[in-house]
């Protein structure tokens, strides 16, 4: 199957700082990719849809102006969760969709204090 | 009614014998169907899609699908301890040109060894 990479694994930050999540394709072309979280034991919730060069489309009660996204090259996405607090911590997932079927990056699990 | 339903679990089932998983999605529009695995702590990892109904084999998995049923399946044979997981299903449903997956909330899956 396909690769994905996502950057970092996990990450401890204070409240009220942001912190940047990379995720690659790395083996090939995403012109879609999607950004999930996961509370634990829950399933997976779509946060919000990025297409190459354009504007991410988000799920409704997702804030747009919190979880900022860019996908700025087919093999590139970034999800940065500004101004973060004690209830952004959770499991954050990335999928690369290459002919519509989606690859998972390994996760990042973001923990804010 | 949500969109994609799964048994919760736990499904219990000795090694060797045959896993069968079970989904339903409301959707008739839904056009690709997924079967991911993930293991706990880790991220989903794709197993299987199928698109046409009928049954879709490999290796031990077998993915089947009734449309008009709207029931997608997924068997494992021969069932390992290192099978245990959770297994989602997802639907992949278009949309005024754009897409997104649907996940259900997962079936936990324990071979006793």
């Known amino acids: 199957g396909a690769v994905v990479s996502q950057h970092p694994s996990w990450v401890i930050c204070k409240s009220g700082t942001s912190v940047k999540i990379e995720c690659r394709s790395l083996d090939f072309q995403a012109t879609t990719m999607f950004w999930y979280r996961q509370f634990p034991k829950k399933s997976l919730m779509l946060m919000a849809t990025?297409?190459?060069?354009?504007?991410?489309?988000?799920e409704q009660g997702v804030e747009k102006d919190k979880f900022l996204i860019n996908h700025a090259s087919l093999t590139l996405s970034t999800l940065t969760v500004t101004s973060a607090h004690p209830e952004d911590s959770s499991f954050y997932i990335c999928?690369?969709?290459?002919?519509?079927?989606?690859?998972f990056g390994p996760g990042t699990r973001l923990t804010v204090t | 009614q949500k969109e994609v339903e799964q048994n919760s679990g736990p499904l219990s089932v000795p090694e060797g014998a045959i896993a069968s998983l079970n989904c339903t999605y409301s959707?008739?529009?839904?056009?690709?169907f997924f079967w991911y695995r993930q293991y706990s702590g880790k991220s989903p990892e794709l197993i299987m899609f199928i698109y046409s109904n009928g049954d879709k084999e490999d290796g031990r998995f077998t993915a089947q699908l009734n449309k008009a049923s709207q029931y997608v399946s997924l068997l494992i044979r021969d069932s390992q301890p290192s099978d245990s997981a959770t297994y989602l299903c997802?639907?992949?449903?278009?949309?005024?040109?754009?897409?997104?997956?649907?996940f259900g909330t997962g079936t936990r899956l324990k071979v006793l060894a």
């Open positions: 999928g690369g969709d290459t002919s519509y079927e989606q690859y």
């Open positions: 990025s297409n190459e060069g354009s504007k991410a489309t988000y």
């Open positions: 997802a639907v992949m449903r278009d949309a005024s040109g754009t897409y997104k997956y649907i």
């Open positions: 959707d008739r529009g839904s056009q690709s």
